[in-house]
């Protein structure tokens, strides 16, 4: 593999590409040659010149690539003239679940209650994709040297709402829970060259808390209550998926909304950033 060129330039094709758990041999011309396929077009590196037949062993192979999961600056290795990149954005938290109401008549002879529960919360949104396709040999001097990845974190889950209780000693007395709490939106994910932000992706907005529950008593009358609406949820309340040719990323998933008496919101997942190098 290190015998191998690319295009004549100083550059050994092993460098360039990704030859981790390689999939077998070129065929034919170039024995020895490790083959490392995807099925991602936007993944594979730019023609080599080396050929099986009329087919450039560059689409039998992967270019250089990493997956971020934090944030950090890494440095654009020597000879790469063009990068493409996808992102995922955080996924948002679920809403809270809303407060219970309970209201109780209090007076002689009788003391029923109504009681409300209060709604769930809205699952949160998912990360969005971007991806983008950079051509920093022609816009950036060669001591722009270091790329700046952000990698948005998930949202936290919102709050579960407040009970209200009332005791309904004359007239008639209402109890209303409180709403549940938002989820905070997940964040978005990008990179910087320089001062220039390319290829954002926005993280999933947050669900809605749920609805409080109401009751409603009457002293030594009658009693009713209503349970609160469930939350919406988050813009985006279905997966994505990336581009055509393009990887999908781990990530950028939603949190839960709270259930009402049970588990509370989730917090959305970080999304991702990938950065596939190109030489030639």
């Not at 990336?242 to 999304?271: D, E, F, H, K, V």
Request: neutral net charge; glycine residues 22%; hydrophobic residues 20%.
């Amino acid at each position: 593999m290190s015998n191998y060129y690319f295009k004549g330039v100083n550059l050994p094709i092993s460098t360039i590409t990704d030859i981790a758990n390689p999939s077998g041999n070129a065929p034919n011309f170039y024995g020895g040659f490790p083959i490392k396929t995807t099925t991602y077009t936007q993944l594979q590196p730019l023609t080599f010149g080396y050929f099986d037949g009329i087919t450039d062993i560059a689409t039998l192979t992967t270019a250089q690539n990493k997956i971020h999961n934090t944030n950090e600056t890494v440095s654009i290795p020597t000879g790469c003239k063009t990068i493409r990149v996808i992102t995922l954005g955080g996924g948002g938290g679920g809403g809270g679940a809303g407060g219970n109401s309970k209201a109780k008549q209090n007076c002689l002879g009788s003391s029923n209650s109504a009681k409300g529960n209060g709604g769930n919360g809205g699952n949160g949104g998912y990360g969005s994709y971007s991806s983008q396709t950079i051509d920093i040999y022609n816009i950036y001097p060669p001591s722009t040297n270091t790329i700046s990845v952000t990698v948005g974190s998930g949202g936290n889950g919102g709050f579960n709402g407040n009970d209200e209780n009332v005791n309904v000693s004359s007239g008639t007395g209402n109890a209303k829970g409180y709403t549940g709490g938002i989820g905070n939106s997940g964040g978005d994910s990008y990179i910087m060259i320089g001062t220039d932000k390319y290829c954002t992706s926005n993280g999933g907005t947050g669900g809605n808390g749920g609805e409080g529950a109401s009751s409603k008593a009457t002293a030594c009358g009658n009693t009713s209550s209503n349970k609160g609406s469930p939350g919406n949820s988050g813009i985006q309340s279905n997966i994505q998926y990336p581009p055509t040719g393009w990887p999908q990323l781990n990530g950028g998933t939603s949190g839960s909304g709270a259930i009402n008496g049970g588990n509370n919101a989730g917090s959305g997942s970080s999304g991702q950033v990938q950065i596939i190098y190109l030489y030639g």
